[in-house]
């Protein structure tokens, strides 16, 4: 059964998929298998075995590796063996773990679990009914997101484009789905495929949106249909679309209004029957006044727009779920019984701002069903900010905020200062310990995003911390 490591760093998060056997390498050095770039964690720290029986093994670094077991069974044996309760700390030596125990490198955490598509097979308990309020796995239980709803399901039998806004982490591909669920009955029958246009580089997202001739560039071998053409008959969704280079939104344009595609390194157009969704974070009229966005592919894509509100604004949203969340964690971690959340915690988890939303909700409920041994998810497995108010205060309804994702809206500070993008990037980087990747991931925008802004405030480039003896 395919399985993943998830890191917990920071405030970062990371799913690494893992090979069915064989063994992974665990540092912070670059050559690693799986690389955690922060500095508690040693450059050789660990090796996990993943031949029968499960493995971790610590290299004696002078951070020795602590096991924390899920399950009571083993909870209890590696009790006796260590004489404090469920914890055990290793040093130079290999022990044997399960799925969803707690495993401490210095201060990342690291859990392996079921991969995401093991969980999406089809079973028993995904035949039963959803409960009012909900759609398969989707909450609406909030009447904002309940009128949001059925706006999009009044949109989803036609053609019509529809353009998802909402800032980072809100559940833009979720609802994506649902209205593709929603569509004409061929429709959703046919394929739902999805691109995060601020994941590739110029020249590789134009392969992958219109595909390839044979030759057209070195090491095209062979001809390759590109997106568009392998969703014809289904519907295709764009995520982060305000992060494309001006040529492909060009290209793109051509796309939506001849329903014809041309492959890179192709003389003959080919036509489609797509359906198009897409998503962004951005103020796209912002972003057309300024010249970085085309006004014609602006009023293509937004036939019909959406904006999807933030978590903050969606208290009644937040339990159900955190109990959806925590049965899919419960299901990753291989548990037996879903832990429920106490009054106590539900309460902090609801005046929470969640700058980071929906994404950042379900991060949280997984740390905290990782760290809890019994059945309930106590204040103690929240991260520290939410246990002593330490968060940001929630900002004013439709304000922009820097977890937003939107860099170029600029946030105020409790004392009314103009917080600078520049200043953003620079405390997302000292937060990251200068790892590229986490800090665009908690700014909520792209790595190759955070780069060009790097380079145009001309920032030092982030220094390799310091090797651990």
Known sequence: MARELTVFAGDAVVVHPLPPGGSVSIGRAADNDICINHASVSRRHAVLHLDPPLRIEDLGGPNPISVRASRADLART??????????????????????????????????????????????ADRKRPSAPGETGEVVVRDPAMQALYEQAYLAAPGLISVLLLGETGTGKEVLARAIHRRSSPARARGPFLGLNCAALSESLLESELFGHEKGAFTG??????????????????????????????????????ERQVLRVGGRVPRSIDVRFLSATHRDLEAEVARGAFRQDLYFRLNGVALTIPPLRE????????????AAKAS???????????????????????????????RNVIERAVMLCTG??????????????????????????????GALTSAPADPRGVEVSEKQRIIDALEKCVGNQTYAAKLLGISRRTLVSRIKEYDLPRPRKPRQAP
């Open 375 to 404: 059945d309930t998810l106590l204040p103690e497995h929240l991260p520290a900010k939410m246990r002593t108010g330490g968060a940001p205060a929630a900002p004013a309804r439709g304000a922009p905020t820097a977890s937003s």
């Open 220 to 257: 095209a071998l062979q001809a390759k249909p590109g997106l568009f053409e392998a969703a014809d008959g289904g519907t295709v969704f764009l995520d982060e679309v305000g992060e494309l280079p001006m040529s492909t939104q060009v290209k793109l344009l051509r796309v939506l209004e």
């Open 78 to 123: 590696l009790a006796e063996a260590a004489k404090t309760e469920d914890m055990r700390h290793v040093s130079g030596q290999a022990i044997e773990i399960a799925p969803g125990d707690c495993i401490t490198l210095g201060s990342a955490l690291i859990v392996v679990r079921l991969a995401e598509a093991a969980m999406s097979a089809p079973s």
């Open 314 to 325: 969606r208290a009644m949203d937040i339990a159900p779920l955190v109990e959806l969340f």
């Open 331 to 361: 299901k990753a971690f291989e548990r037996q019984r879903v832990p429920a959340a106490s009054a106590e915690t539900l309460t902090l988890l609801e005046r929470y701002p969640w700058p980071g939303n929906i994404r950042e909700l």
